[in-house]
């Protein structure tokens, strides 16, 4: 791209030193140095002007928005793995092309999706509050405190048998958990046979039969809520959730009931519904041994972000080289 006008690139968050310096390298770059959320009026003005607008999922890229793109704006190059903070419909009805940066997130996602696993029946947030809120009151080992359950041997049901997922249930398979899934349609026999895994169709049957349920599919209309009231009173008493998806694919309130009963014994949440707010009943079940909550942090490694960086930046030169991107996002996939 040596001797051609660099495109004009607004990026709506801090990202690494490392990326940001190479796209200052490459790019006429608007960076965000001290990372203050973009308003909605500073998004209209970038789209205004820029070439290209770097999103984040903190960013809400909806019609509106792409309505009031200039005919300059020509590639959305989403930091993120998910896309459901942008109309994808929208920018290819204005000619506008969006990428995205799957793949380099799977392995950090899923470390973390099998943290949560962990954390929950085995009470690690509990017991590191013993410590740390009250110290010098650990009165030591004793045979019958601070027991939780056990991991191994058990059933997970993972729901959405993508990237994530498979990544997912090669971990748990690891922790000594039986492998069931429900997605779309099957995953390859090969896939099947590694994880020795069953497939569901029916999600409702799944779930009954379960100890630990996995949320691993995207965010989109279909999966609005799918993880229902109707659902979750077809978990075991015994049973644990899991999130590392997004907030709105189960039912918050519904599921914060569930946990007050004593429906489903506990929940391990990264994303939430209406984040970056959460829920005082959520924070309340917390404290009370019944949640681990984290504030969206399953793929926050950093090198994690410096390869999202790098899949943005390939997206865009591919772009301004006149070739395809290798990230496009095709419409009618939300
Ligand atoms: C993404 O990129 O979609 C993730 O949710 C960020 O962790």
């Not at 770059?29 to 990372?35: F, G, M, S």
């Not at 690690?124 to 004793?142: F, H």
């Not at 942090?297 to 390869?307: H, L, V």
């Amino acid at each position: 791209m040596t001797n051609r006008k660099k495109p004009k690139v607004y990026i709506t968050r801090k990202l690494p030193d490392a990326v940001e310096t190479r796209m200052r390298e490459l790019f006429d770059a608007e960076l965000n140095i001290d990372d203050s959320p973009r308003t909605q009026p500073e998004l209209v003005a970038a789209v205004k002007s820029a070439d290209v607008l770097v999103p984040t999922v903190t960013d809400r890229i909806d019609s509106a928005l792409i309505e009031q793109a200039g005919p300059q704006l020509k590639l959305i190059a989403s930091f993120s793995n998910g896309f459901d903070h942008i109309d994808v419909d929208a920018a290819a009805k204005k000619g506008i092309t969006v990428t995205n940066t799957p793949n380099v997130l799977t392995e950090d996602t899923a470390d973390m999706t099998m943290a949560l696993i962990l954390a929950v029946p085995r009470r690690l947030a509990e017991g590191s509050r013993v410590l740390t809120d009250k110290p010098g009151e650990w009165p030591g080992w004793s045979p019958t405190w601070m027991l939780g359950r056990r991991i191994w041997g058990k059933r997970i049901g993972i729901v959405g048998m993508g990237r994530i997922g498979t990544a997912v249930a090669r971990r748990a398979k690891a922790f000594g958990l039986s492998i069931h899934y429900h997605n779309r349609k099957k995953v390859n026999p090969a896939t099947e046979d590694e994880l020795e895994a069953t497939y569901w169709d029916s999600l409702d049957q799944m779930l009954a039969r379960v100890d630990i349920v996995s949320v691993n599919c995207p965010s989109t209309p279909a999966t609005f809520h799918l993880l229902s009231a109707r659902r979750l009173a077809l978990m075991q008493p015994t049973s644990y959730i899991v999130n590392t998806a997004r907030g709105d694919i189960i039912d918050e309130s519904a599921l914060i009931q569930c946990l007050r009963d004593g429906r489903i014994a506990g929940a391990g949440l990264d994303v939430f519904e209406n984040e970056p707010a959460v829920n005082p009943k959520l924070l309340k079940l917390a404290k009370d041994g019944k949640a681990v909550l984290l504030p969206h942090m399953g793929s926050a490694t950093m090198e994690g972000r410096i390869d999202m960086g790098d899949k943005v930046i390939v997206n865009i030169r591919t772009f301004f080289d006149g070739h395809r991107p290798p990230n496009r996002v095709l419409p009618g996939r939300t």
